[in-house]
């Protein structure tokens, strides 16, 4: 039987980080938010935001991807694949990501009529703002 690995995500871009090689390759990894709601059963409304670290490492998309802002809103489509690594002190760690194959950005920006707000949804609370386990 075949297996499926596919994700499908919606959200606001936090932080974005792009590697050059020398090679002229381009390695992107950026924080995706999204957000889901629910009711409680006080009645107030619940709103939780999840974080994932997108990858893009194809050539030619890691390129398009070079362009990508903070606080633009994009759609990736991809895979879950799972980084491991030991850190200095021998400590084993692993990070799930999202080894993306295509996306498409729908900057608030471009939209004229809506002024691109002075901070990102996606900056608030990014996990991976300041992380010390970036790939660069």
């Known amino acids: 039987m075949s297996t499926i690995n596919k994700v499908v995500l919606l959200g606001n871009v936090g932080k974005v980080e792009v590697k050059d090689f020398e090679s002229g390759r381009k390695l992107v990894q950026l924080s995706l938010a999204t957000q889901d709601g629910y ?3 006080n009645g107030e409304w619940e709103n939780k935001t999840e974080w994932h ?3 893009f490492a194809i050539p030619n998309l890691a390129e398009k991807a070079a362009g990508i802002q903070q606080g633009d809103k994009i759609y990736v489509e ?3 694949s799972t980084n491991a690594w030991t850190t200095k002190d021998g400590e084993k760690k692993e990070i799930k990501e999202i080894a993306c194959t295509m996306f498409r950005t ?3 920006a471009a939209n004229k009529t809506e002024k691109a707000p002075e901070k990102p949804v996606a900056q608030q609370d990014d996990p991976f703002a300041d992380s010390d386990d970036s790939l660069f």
């Open 39 to 41: 009711k409680k059963a």
């Open 53 to 55: 670290r997108c990858i």
């Open 78 to 80: 991809g895979s879950i």
């Open 106 to 108: 729908f900057t608030r």
